[in-house]
């Protein structure tokens, strides 16, 4: 209403004046003439105004914004770093990257895709930097959006990927505009979608995921610790469920022979074997995380803490698990979390299920390999036509492989 007010309603009732009035129309940035008129309902639903003056139409831009200010925080947290987060309103978050990286080659594209959403889109990169082979199959796949209801940047950023069977995303969604300033100036593209409070970054490394934002803030050694404690955590997680049934039913001549009869007494009472053992724990594991995410906050991360500690009290004193097993478990779940991505982490969730499966039927020899298999998998990947698995980021500006 209030620019409703100064746009219109003030300029017309109270100091009108016809040929001041008629110059404001045609030449003030607000207005915007001959649209067609089928376009007039879209404008309309937008929260645009339709103004019909001296047989001439105008459309007023007057939307109301619910968001004057950033959010904070709340997905990828950071101790050191800003605490200011992307928004659901596209020109606030514009301009919190524009705070940030606010350099005269930083080029801003806007898209409006022909959907039943019809939601702006903003393509973002450093023209001095970027890719263009990456950049033009960018602009192709946001032209050719389907034409269904586009509701978040991750059903944006699935429409990009054009791949469902990939074991590993090859976009990464973030809330932080300093880890996205930090991405344009490597000379990535970035895609935000109105109404949405996640920015899309592409392409990406298998290594980007596995960085914090506190990595940039802390000094070189600790940064280098946590990095590696964070690749030691999720190599805990693909892989320890699998060597336990490994070792367990097939190679205990691994451990020494005191920790091999320790771990076979534990397991005298379980009336299965270790294969069903595991996978009745990670089935547990993985309710009282979904549990935990579903409930309201107030009650989640207790209801989850109490649960897990019942739950594996309870099955070890009856005999269903193992002690060990209760150990390895909790491993699995702990180390699971320090990765620093949530998407990332459900990838990595989900393959361990295919590594356990393998050892189930090849034991020990069958996990190394399926771990040569997944290098090699990695090694072939491409992201937007980077290789996935590339330790140093490529010059930007030189042409790429074909982009998938």
């Given amino acids: 209403m209030d620019q409703l007010k100064d746009g219109i309603i003030i300029p017309f009732s109270y100091r009108f004046d016809p040929d001041e009035f008629r110059r404001m129309l045609h030449t003030s940035i607000g207005f915007m003439k001959d649209v067609p008129e089928e376009h007039w309902v879209d404008f309309l639903l937008k929260g645009y105004i339709i103004l019909e003056y001296e047989g001439d139409v105008f459309v007023f831009r007057a939307i109301r914004r619910m968001q004057t200010k950033p959010d904070q925080t709340q997905v990828e947290a950071s101790l050191q770093g800003p605490q200011s987060a992307f928004t659901e309103n596209l020109d606030l978050n514009l301009t919190l990257v524009r705070n940030l990286y606010n350099v005269p080659e930083l080029t801003v594209e806007n898209f409006e895709p022909q959907n039943q959403s019809k939601s702006k889109i903003a393509l973002l990169y450093d023209r001095t930097r970027r890719n263009e082979t990456t950049l033009e199959e960018v602009r192709k796949r946001l032209k050719n959006l389907d034409s269904g209801l586009l509701l978040s940047a991750g059903q944006l950023a699935k429409q990009l990927s054009q791949a469902k069977y990939r074991l590993f995303p090859i976009t990464q969604l973030t809330e932080r505009p300093d880890r996205l300033s930090i991405h344009l ?209 490529s010059k930007a500006g030189k042409a790429s492989d074909k982009v998938q």
């Fill in 185 to 393: 100036n490597k000379g990535k593209l970035a895609v935000l979608l109105d109404g949405s409070r996640f920015a899309i970054l592409l392409p990406v490394h298998f290594f980007d995921f596995m960085y914090a934002m506190d990595d940039h803030y802390e000094p070189s050694w600790m940064s280098r610790f946590l990095i590696g404690l964070r690749y030691i955590s999720m190599m805990l997680t693909l892989l320890l469920p699998a060597l336990y049934i490994s070792i367990v039913s097939y190679n205990p001549e691994v451990f020494r022979v005191q920790l091999a009869f320790t771990i076979d007494g534990s397991r005298a009472a379980v009336p299965y074997p270790s294969f069903i053992e595991v996978l009745l724990m990670l089935f547990m594991i993985e309710a009282l995380i979904e549990a935990s995410l579903r409930l309201p906050r107030s009650v989640g991360s207790t209801a989850a803490t109490v649960g897990g500690l019942i739950l594996g009290q309870a099955a070890q004193q009856a005999g269903l698990v193992s002690s060990i097993m209760i150990i390895v478990t909790s491993v699995v779940a702990i180390s699971n979390f320090v990765i620093p991505n949530s998407t990332f982490s459900y990838f990595i969730r989900i393959l361990k299920y295919a590594f356990v499966i393998v050892s189930v039927f090849a034991g020990l020899v069958g996990v190394v390999v399926g771990l040569f298999m997944l290098v090699v998998y990695l090694c072939n990947m491409r992201s937007f036509g980077e290789p996935y698995f590339a330790l140093f980021q």
